[in-house]
């Protein structure tokens, strides 16, 4: 032993020397030497990488205890001499081992700046750098030189791919980073590069492998890992085929794929992609995804794969992203497992038609539109997954939904679990908000429920499907209850149900969700039942169901039993279209096979008691279905008259209830018969009895006191019988009833009292009626119109009003009023006559909600039974009367007497107003809005009269002539009026005349002030004098009137004659002015309150021969010798009158005394002067005169006040010009006494006054 180790120490030694030898040796000897041995190295690279090879520069040095050989401008080129490959730098460090393999090897080879082309040919044979990479078999050429070396990297590289097999575009790869190290099979290699902006943005490749050679595929084993940064997947289709048709998507992608015997068993990649766009196989549809994310896992199996997801989340183009699901499918050729922890059913369905899942499972996905969400899903089966033989199936869902399919029904938010397999399974429910849709039951197939719980099994035995339902509870806002029973299908009908349910709650007012279809109950009674259950609580409700559904409803007991019953309360019932229902019914229902029973305890209609109310629809099959309804109801006749009103009776009834109020209380018996497919043929009977009641049949008429009788009706006829009441303050009997045509007829007899009319002649005239008489009225109603007329003679009333409407009770004085509608109610007549008297006819149009009047004709003493219209709209008033006294009508009528006649054309023998009589008066006058007109012919007035509404009215008469009316001797109907109540007056007569006298021209303008009347003109004016003045007349508790006058007399005398005093003076001019005032209105003189001041001057007149009673004055005072003639004829003076030269005189009144202050007379025998007072209201005088004669002065006196016209000065002068003031007195003289008798006494002479106007 000892000697081997000796030995072995000595050969360690020897190599060890030797090693050193050729370490030395190389280093010192062959590396600084390295540019001889040129040829030597290209020929050793050539035959390496075995093409043609060009080096630039060779150098060589000592790297630690490796020799290193850098190589510059290497240049590299193809069989054709073509430059297929520059090296700018190689960096070759060698490797020891070269020595024992006997062919060089690198410890690490280093290339800079790289530029290299890679090609396949359109053959498949791949070259780089121009060389030919397709060694012979077992053979690996320069991939496996490669793959011996200790390490290779490579730095800023570009390579070209060129793919001719493909006709692809060149794909270039820069700024890559490779760096692989070898260790004997082990390979590790880290790969970086950047893609072309078009593909994206990085690329970046990690591998660990064990493998000897390439040429040796199957022998490699390992990991590969690669992530690309940002990339659109689609644009690499020109270099790479996808496993599947890939269209659309960008984003990032990192792989990790495990390699076995050099095929790919397993692959892992991360996945982060946008707008993904695929087709997964031929036949299929794209699928197209908004985004995907999450990890994939695909496994080969021995006979099929596995593919997982985690966290997977797909999203929908446009909407959010899917809840991450983690997933996994194992298929193998006859058998397989779906799990996953959650799925949303929506989406899935949505992409189901682009998956790559069996037909019918992608038929139907679209068909039945899956809906919410599976947790805990697990699907085995074997065989065929389209039809697999075998198979288990659990989940739990929420949110469930299915559309509805065939016979087969839909939900929606259903919550709870299942577990399937082939031969059974068992639901449980746990829902909430949960909905069925059954489309081939409900007309309104969805049923919503706000709690459905229970459990379902099911087995299939011998081609037979049998459900048993141990318990399901549902409850929502109309019912809740519990059900159980089984169903059995067969595949054939509708299959067999055996099912009890009990509802503790059932509210009817959605009663139409939960009605069969028309096509399994009938059409007519499915709709009756829902138009005429409206609305109802239900207890106790019960439901069996038993039997084939093929023979619903069991018409036939041994075919099976359909039951509901229930106690309802608070029920509605609309029994038929157009009758009023039936409210708060407390009933017992019953549905018994195929027909149906409620039998009313209680109830109303429209707020009458119903009592013993049976309502059944015997036949649901039938196609006579008729639903008949007998009750009797017991109320206040107010609501039967509704009743009447809103049933089809009111048409039987000709509307003849329209507008009636009822007092008071009644009793219905009715029967119905409505056949449900022609509700125009049912059939009415029925009656109702009133007693005591007060019945309003229009709102113009008073109530119908104590009304009693019987009113029956059918469904075409209506009846009064019996009918009996107080009315117009008298008894009335009514009958009558509907007739042939649809109308209505009814005639009632009575007697009224003009005072008990009520609205129907509400007018303060009605006040001068008394007494009553007998009348008949006959009422026809066809389509809701109402025909009357009113016959009475009108014995037995009495009247007080004026002719020609005064009346005795005993007379008579035929009255008749005919009402006759049109045009639907929206016009009517309304004709009034009255013996020969009067007749009438008025034309109405409804505007709003009343009647207006739009023409009418009023006919006095009519010559024909035609009435005369006006053209357009308005009242005509034409005819004539003997007399007609107008003051007797406004004592009657009321203030403000309404609406004037339009048009006025009548002739009046003798007409009365304010006191004042016009005979043989022709008027023919319009009105309108804005005021009236007229034109009068009568004898004593003739011209044209207008009225103008405007602000305070105002009169204007325009006159040929007008003379003053006499004053009737019976007027104490005349009214008086105020001046707040005259209008402005302008007046213009060209002839006026008062009391026989020709005054000429007057005019007079006037207006309302405030509570006064302002005259701001009055003028008269004629060949002998002229009058101007103007006042006011007061209102307020005291009237008072004021006037402001100017009298001028061109000619004294022939102005006296014409206002009634001839041959009283001969010629002379005068003017008298003044300023008076008294108490009441202008139209009468109040003497005892006259006062103010007068004003009289006049010259070169002439008394004339005074009546006896002067005359004896004159003689008394003998002053018929005076010699002084002056200015006169030499007649006797005092015997044939007394000239004057010049009279002044000023007096004043005070409450009807005239105090004379001066009055001075000159003429040529003598002067007089007077003083003294006058009273005007009981005509009586105390003056004292002194007469001069013309030898010492002037020694005549004669008084004359000229009498003013129209107003105060007439009257005046009317009482001074009496024979006192006529007198004649010769020296001093005192009168007193009346003015018919007065008192003369002749005093002794004074000296003469020193001031003028003192005796």
């Keep these: 032993m000892k000697r081997l180790w000796r030995t072995l120490e000595v050969l360690a030694w020897a190599a060890f020397i030797a090693f050193a030898a050729a370490v030395l040796g190389l280093r010192y000897g062959l590396l600084p030497q390295i540019e001889r041995y040129r040829p030597e190295i290209v020929a050793r690279v050539a035959a390496t990488v075995g093409q043609p090879v060009k080096i630039g520069r060779i150098e060589a040095e000592w790297l630690g205890l490796r020799p290193q050989i850098n190589l510059s401008d290497v240049r590299i080129y193809d069989a054709e001499g073509r430059e297929a490959l520059v090296l700018p730098s190689v960096e070759n460090i060698l490797s020891w081992r070269s020595l024992a393999h006997g062919q060089l090897r690198l410890h690490a080879l280093r290339i800079e700046g790289l530029r290299l082309a890679v090609r396949r040919d359109s053959a498949g044979v791949f070259y780089v750098a121009g060389m030919k990479l397709s060694p012979a078999a077992g053979e690996g050429g320069f991939s496996d030189w490669l793959l011996g070396q200790e390490e290779i990297e490579m730095r800023n590289a570009e390579i070209e791919w060129r793919d001719e097999q493909r006709a692809a575009a060149p794909l270039t790869l820069s700024a890559i980073n490779l760096r692989v190290k070898n260790e004997g099979e082990r390979h590790s290699i880290g790969f970086a590069g950047r893609l072309p902006e078009a593909l994206g943005t990085s690329l970046e490749l990690r591998a660990e492998l064990a493998g000897r050679s390439l040429a040796q595929a199957a022998g490699w084993s390992g990991q590969v890992y690669a992530e690309l940064g940002y990339t659109d997947l689609a644009a690499w289709r020109p270099w790479f085929d996808y496993p599947l048709e890939l269209h659309d998507g960008q984003g990032a992608v990192r792989l990790w794929t495990t390699v076995e015997g050099g095929t790919v068993r397993q692959a892992t990649a991360d996945v982060a992609l946008a707008g ?274 093929r023979d619903f409803p069991f018409t036939d007991p041994a075919r099976g039993r359909f ?210 008489s007998l009348y008949v009225a006959s009422v026809s109603l066809r389509d809701g119109l109402q025909r009357v007329v009113v016959d009475s003679s009108l014995r037995g009333v009495t009247s007080a009003l004026p002719p020609p409407l005064e009346k005795a009770a005993a007379d008579a004085l035929p009255l008749r009023v005919e009402f006759v509608p049109a045009e639907g109610g929206a016009r009517d007549r309304i004709s009034i006559s009255l013996a020969r008297l009067a007749a009438a006819e008025i034309h109405r149009r409804r505007e709003g909600e009343e009647m207006q009047v739009r023409r009418a004709g009023l006919s006095l003493t009519p010559a024909g039974p035609s009435i005369r219209l006006p053209e357009r709209p308005g009242i005509l008033v034409y005819g004539s009367l003997a007399a007609l006294d107008a003051d007797r009508w406004r004592a009657v009528l009321p203030p403000g007497g309404g609406t004037l006649p339009s048009t006025v054309e009548m002739r009046l023998g003798r007409f009365d107003v304010y006191g004042k009589r016009v005979h043989n008066l022709a008027l023919r006058g319009s009105s309108d809005a804005s005021g009236w007109s007229a034109v009068l012919d009568a004898d004593e007035i003739a011209g044209q009269l207008s009225y103008t509404a405007e602000g305070t009215g105002q009169l204007v008469a325009r006159l040929l002539h007008f003379s003053v009316p006499r004053t009737v001797a019976d007027s104490g109907g005349a009214v008086a009026a105020k001046p707040a109540d005259l209008p402005g007056i302008d007046f213009s007569a060209e002839r006026f005349n008062l009391r026989g006298k020709q005054l000429g021209k007057v005019e007079l303008a006037a207006q309302r002030d405030g509570e006064d009347w302002r005259i701001e003109k009055l003028a008269m004016a004629n060949p002998d004098a002229t009058l101007r003045a103007n006042g006011r007349w007061r209102g307020g508790a005291t009237p008072a009137s004021e006037l402001e006058f100017t009298l001028e007399a061109a000619d004294v005398g022939k102005f006296l004659a014409r206002v009634g005093y001839p041959n009283t003076v001969l010629g002379g001019k005068a003017e008298l002015a003044g300023s008076v005032r008294w108490l009441g209105e202008p139209m009468t003189l109040d003497y005892s309150s006259l006062s103010g001041d007068l004003k009289l001057g006049a010259e070169d007149g002439q008394f004339l021969e005074i009546d006896p009673g002067l005359g004896k004055l004159i003689s008394l005072m003998n002053l018929q010798a005076l010699p002084r003639r002056i200015a006169l004829d030499f007649r006797d003076v005092f015997s044939k009158g007394f000239r004057f030269d010049r009279i002044d005189a000023v007096s004043r009144l005070e409450r009807g005394t005239l105090q004379l202050s001066e009055f001075r007379m000159a003429g040529p025998a003598a002067e007089v002067a007077m003083s003294g007072q006058v009273d005007l209201a009981h005509e009586t005088q105390d003056l004292k005169l002194r007469v001069v004669p013309s030898l010492g002065g002037t020694a005549s006196t004669a008084v004359a006040i000229v009498n003013p016209v129209a107003g105060v000065a007439a009257a005046i002068a009317q009482r001074v010009l009496k024979n006192p003031l006529g007198q004649i007195f010769a020296h001093e003289f005192e009168v007193s006494g009346g003015w018919t008798d007065p008192k003369v006494v002749k005093l002794n002479a004074a000296p003469a006054p020193n001031e003028a106007g003192t005796p």
Excluded: C
């Design 563 to 772: 039951l509901v019953t229930a106690h309802v309360h608070h029920g509605l019932l609309h029994y038929a279209e157009g009758w009023p229902r039936i409210e708060d019914i407390e009933a017992e229902l019953a549905f018994d096979r195929n027909r149906l029973d409620i039998v009313g305890r209680s109830g109303r209609v429209l707020g009458a008691s119903l009592h013993n109310v049976k309502v059944s629809l015997a036949d649901l099959g039938s196609r006579a279905q008729r639903v008949q309804v007998n009750g009797e109801a017991q109320g206040p006749t107010a609501e039967f008259l509704g009743f009447l009103q809103s049933s089809p009776l009111r048409t039987s009834a000709g509307r003849f209830t329209e507008g009636m109020s009822a007092t008071g209380d009644g009793r219905l018996h009715l029967k119905l018969e409505l056949p449900l497919a022609e509700l125009a043929k049912s059939k009415v009977a029925g009656e109702y009895e009133l007693a005591a009641n007060q019945l309003v049949l229009h709102r113009v008429l008073p109530p119908l006191e104590q009304a009693r009788g019987r009113l029956a009706f059918t469904e075409s006829s209506f009846a009064v019988r019996e009918a009996r009441g107080l009315i117009f303050g008298g008894p009335v009997s009514i009958a009558g009833g509907s007739r042939a045509g649809g109308a209505v007829e009814f005639v009632a007899r009575g007697e009224a009292q003009p005072a008990a009319l009520g609205a129907l002649f509400d007018h303060p005239l009605k006040r001068f009626l008394s007494g009553s």
């Design 276 to 549: 993904v766009s695929a087709r997964l196989g031929e036949e299929l549809p794209r699928l197209e995804l908004g985004s995907i994310s999450g990890r994939l896992q695909a496994r080969l199996l021995a006979d099929g794969y596995q593919l997982t997801a985690r966290k997977l989340a797909l999203a929908p183009p446009g909407r959010p992203a899917l809840a991450p699901v983690d997933f996994q499918l194992g298929w193998q050729a006859e058998s397989g497992v779906i799990s996953a922890n959650t799925l949303e059913l929506a989406p899935l369905a949505h992409f189901a038609e682009a998956l790559p899942l069996p037909a019918e499972v992608r038929r139907l996905a679209l068909e039945l539109e899956p809906r919410g969400q599976l947790g805990d899903v697990r699907f085995e089966w074997q065989g065929a997954i389209a039809a697999p033989a075998q198979y288990r199936a659990r989940a739990r869902f929420f949110d469930l939904g299915l559309k509805p399919r065939e016979t087969l029904p839909g939900f929606a938010k259903l919550a709870g679990s299942v577990e399937a397999t082939q031969a059974s399974g068992r639901l449980y429910l746990q829902s909430r908000g949960a909905e069925l849709e059954l489309p081939r039951v409900f007309p309104q197939p969805r049923l919503s429920f706000d709690t459905l719980n229970g459990q379902l099994d099911w087995q299939r035995e011998g081609g037979v499907l049998n459900v048993q339902v141990a318990s399901l509870n549902f409850s929502n806002a109309d019912l809740s209850g519990n059900a159980f029973g089984s169903y059995a299908y067969s595949g054939e009908g509708p299959g067999t149900l055996d099912v009890s349910a009990v509802l503790n709650r059932a509210d009817a007012r959605n009663l139409a969700h939960y009605l069969p279809l028309g096509a399994l109950m009938g059409e007519k009674p499915r709709e009756w039942l829902v138009k005429g259950i409206l609305a109802g609580q239900a207890s106790e409700v019960q439901l069996r169901l038993q039997g084939d559904l």
